[in-house]
């Protein structure tokens, strides 16, 4: 009795402090664009994360089951919710498409309105396929070395079809890439 008491506190813990962890660790993925970023800021916020659940955890700790379970609830409910709500908030923080760079994200589709990509996130959720290695697909799958000359770079131009490239925006292939992908 008593091993079976300590075995399903483990897993209530587990639930508590698990659960915000996986959901709030990808937040930082919808804005930084490089993976050390990423996981240097994941690991922070999936430690503090950790600890709210932790402690949500101990309030829940002595208390009969039904209560428990509706702590439980109540917690869940407020982790997803504060992580869309986080997430909607980031989307409108970074207006400027990843691949691209322009100021170019349609508030609806998710989707840049110029290189009709969509957010990593989604890309993420759905492709077995890290964001660089992404990214480098689709950007030299975008722009093209012979088009530089005409105007169409990687920097260039600042604005097209209305769209305004993001000056804090960084490729991440190089011209000397596109040239030999391109030859
Ligand atoms: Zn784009």
Request: net charge neutral; with cysteine.
């Amino acid at each position: 009795m008593k091993k079976n008491r300590i075995d399903n506190e483990t897993l209530w813990l587990t639930m508590f402090t698990v659960i915000p962890v996986i959901v709030y660790s990808r937040l930082p993925d919808a804005y930084f664009p490089s993976n050390t970023q990423n996981l240097i800021y994941s690991a922070i916020i999936g430690a503090i994360s950790g600890l709210i659940g932790f402690g949500v955890y101990s309030i829940s700790k002595n208390k009969t089951i039904r209560t428990k379970i509706l702590i439980l609830l109540m917690f869940i409910t407020i982790v997803f919710t504060s992580f869309i709500i986080s997430l909607s908030q980031i989307n409108k923080l970074v207006k400027s498409c990843d691949v691209c760079g322009y100021e170019a994200y349609d508030k609806k589709s998710e989707e840049c309105k110029f290189c009709f990509n969509e957010r990593w996130l989604n890309i993420k959720n759905s492709e077995n396929i890290t964001k660089e290695e992404w990214l480098r697909e689709e950007q030299l799958f975008l722009f093209e070395y012979d088009s530089i000359e005409n105007g169409f770079g990687l920097y260039t131009p600042e604005i097209i079809d209305g769209f305004r490239k993001d000056n804090k925006w960084k490729p991440i292939i190089t011209i000397e890439e596109l040239k030999t992908y391109n030859e």
